[in-house]
């Protein structure tokens, strides 16, 4: 998803339709409790002036998540309506509903900015539609889940079998 600049003014008055679909396996180092990144599908249409070059981007795919409750995998779906603006010249630009760039360079990549968007997208917690009971971990390090009956036949140990008779002589 990189354009140059002499690449894009060849479209200045048609505009550049986008329908692109690519791998965004990166975000998984920037934060580590994504598990899996679906290809990501990208459409929309490029507005090209002699000052800016506008984004009107719908970004669709999915994530994989752990639930914030037992640690399985959970599909989240990503749906996002963006408009990137770069600027060609420094000037004085304001808009209050668009993100506005600087082009560095004579080459304008999106990747950077369509993996910053999916990394804002992903919450805080998410959490399974079913609630199983199995789904959570079993045991972990130093620790293990275990079951009522389970903790009531566990016998005491028999070195301190002497500390119960303690309290029967009162």
Known sequence: MKWTLSQLQKFRSKGLPIDETINMDVIKETDPTI??????????????????????????????????????????????????????KVSEYETDEEEVHQVKGDVIDLEPIIAEILLLEVPMQVFCEDTKEEGAPQSGNDWEVIQEQDLQDKKVDPRLAGLAKFFENE
Do not use: A, M, Q
């Not at 037992?70 to 990503?78: A, E, G, Q, S």
């Open 35 to 88: 598990r899996k990144v679906s290809p990501i599908h990208i459409t929309g249409r490029t507005d090209i002036d002699s000052t800016k070059v506008t984004f009107h981007l719908n970004i669709k795919g999915s994530l994989v998540l752990p639930c914030s409750r037992t640690l399985v995998d959970v599909d989240y779906p990503i749906n996002v309506e963006t408009t990137e603006t770069f600027l060609l």
